[in-house]
């Protein structure tokens, strides 16, 4: 087995613990044993089957800011802790965004909400997951100094991503399709907004936190590069979808054919002659295959995939010379930053 593959199965084994500690909070207020299963089959069908890497980073940055490779168990906890609440809330949007998107599947089954018996329960369920996160908090929590901090940065992260949904679903409708709507300042908020601040800041600021280090300053210098690299990422996935191996990422790419607000589409629009535009009209958000090899081959065309390579060289440089300009004198730490980049640069995957 390896390091990777350990350190997961040592996170997941303590998600067996808050589910406990959860469930028992359930009981507290005396409701039924079968709303308790009910919650309790909710808590592990949508919190674990993913890559766990938002809540994996938590503990991968508290040991960096921390300088040690190995924590005692009351630190791995109370960062395991924090991981998992960000897990929490990833259950939490995705529960959503699939009633939301009407999606069939998730993590190789069905959504939750097409699960025998669940349907539109899913909706209080994805509520449940998200409150999940506040009962946990305050109880290990609760005498820190900054759990205030906590609370007020699970919320404000949550309202920003919702924000990004927000203009996402009304900007790209799969059943209303309006190129016009499109706009290259349009998708940089939505990915900064919806991926961006709950998959790169909330992590590495949660383990500032838990290491004590909180000063206005740091937290500027860790928002001014992950900001920036979650911009990144999500564009790099956008170009993943289009011009991945489906072999290597595991799935195919369906965002031509699902309308999906992308970087490639609205690098496309501006540089689309009035022939190429009108392709892109009549095909874009088709739920077929011709209409996707047609806007494929305007995207050829019009050279995106020498685009975005262009784009992936001056973004990571761009954002290698903002790490190498971070203070380190308060405990902050460049090798925060250095290996986020560097488990994203070129990826595949």
């Known amino acids: 087995m390896s390091d990777k593959e ?65 924590l005692s168990d009351e630190e791995y906890f109370k960062a395991s802790i924090l991981g998992w609440s960000i897990e929490l809330l990833q259950a939490f949007f995705l529960v959503s965004d699939d009633i939301m998107d009407n999606s069939k599947t998730r993590r190789g089954q069905p959504c939750w909400y097409l699960v025998p018996k669940v349907g539109m329960i899913a909706i209080n369920d994805a509520f449940m997951l998200e409150t999940a996160i506040y009962v946990l908090l305050k109880k290990h929590f609760r005498n820190e100094a900054y759990y205030v901090d906590l609370l007020e940065l699970f919320h404000e992260v949550t309202f920003q991503t919702e924000l990004g949904q927000l203009l996402d679903l009304i900007t790209a409708p799969e059943d209303a399709i309006d190129l016009s709507k499109f706009s290259l300042e ?45 911009e990144y990422f999500q564009i790099q996935d956008d170009y993943l979808d289009c011009y991945g191996d489906p072999e290597v990422i595991g799935k195919i790419g369906t965002d031509i054919q699902d309308n999906k607000c992308s970087w490639l589409i609205n ?78 640069y070129k990826r595949q995957k």
């Not at 766990?52 to 800011?65: A, H």
């Not at 900064?192 to 210098?221: C, H, R």
């Not at 928002?223 to 690299?229: F, R, S």
């Not at 077929?288 to 020498?306: D, P, R």
């Open 186 to 230: 349009k998708h940089s908020f939505i990915v900064i907004y919806k991926t961006a601040y709950y998959s790169f800041y909330l992590p590495v600021v949660l383990a500032m936190y838990l290491a004590g280090i909180n000063s206005p300053e740091d937290l500027k210098q860790a928002h001014d590069v992950l900001i920036p690299l979650g």
């Open 6 to 70: 350990a350190a997961k199965n040592k996170f997941i084994a303590q998600f067996d613990e808050l589910v406990n500690e959860l469930v028992g909070a359930l009981k507290g207020y005396n409701i039924s044993d079968e709303a308790v299963a009910w919650f309790k089959n909710s808590l592990y069908y949508n919190s674990v089957g993913g890559k766990l890497n938002r809540g994996l980073s938590v503990i991968d940055t508290y040991r960096i800011l921390t300088g040690k490779n190995e």
């Open 267 to 344: 690098k496309a629009l501006p540089k689309a002659s009035p022939q190429q535009r009108q392709v892109l009209d009549d095909n874009y958000g088709q739920k077929n295959g011709e209409s996707e090899a047609k806007v494929k081959q305007i995207f050829k065309e019009l050279e995106l995939e020498q685009d975005y390579l262009a784009y992936e060289e001056n973004v990571v440089a761009d954002i290698r010379k903002k790490i190498e300009q971070v203070d380190e004198s308060r405990g902050f730490k460049r090798e925060v930053l250095t290996a986020f980049l560097g488990k994203i």
